[in-house]
């Protein structure tokens, strides 16, 4: 049990110190064993306090901009408790979903054997009183045939002496007139940068203007 605010002070300097180091992406669960016996207010509050990084509380100043990414602090009466309250802890992950689509590499889709990429969306709930945390409350997603996505746009034939390729914002290739055609395509690929494509001189300068 701790004996002093002092004590408290210094649990919470360490975690302020070590946190900022990670840039605030450490979240911080905690449980309070209630016996009956004995009174232990003061611990959970500082639980509590713990779980929500509160170093305000303790005069303690942020080491970075970022917010602090609160986690939950839970009262059991029995370690017997542990397992069927365990899963709460997943709720600070579920309020910090990013709400972005992500678009998966290029891959042969093992139901019908086309090239294949999937796009995925979150769907969040945002809390008025919490305007910057987002509650994750299920996921959409759809798989797009490569032929219909890059086929028309990597082989147009406009001017003879152009082409056009698709990457990720990592420089990924994701289609190249080098490539197969993707409805001939029943190989998985291997994801290359660009650059290995692209043999001509100055072309990282071009690269770093497409990835900007």
Known sequence: LLSSLAEAKEVMDVVAVYNGKAGHKVIINTYAVIDDGKSIMYEKTFLKDVAYQNFAKYVI?????????????????ST???????GRFYLPLNRTAEDDPVFSLPYIDEADGALTMSL????VHTLRDQPDLHHLIGLVGVDLHMEDVAQDVTYYNHADNSYAFIVTTQG???MHPSFQRPLRT??????TDIRHFEQHARFSQVRSAILR
């Open 61 to 77: 100043e942020y080491r970075l901009q970022t917010p602090v990414i609160r986690g939950i602090m839970m009262a059991i009466n």
């Open 80 to 86: 017997q408790d542990l397992s069927s309250s365990v």
């Open 120 to 123: 995925s969306q979150p769907c």
């Open 172 to 174: 990924y290739t994701i």
């Open 186 to 191: 029943n190989i998985q690929p291997m994801h």
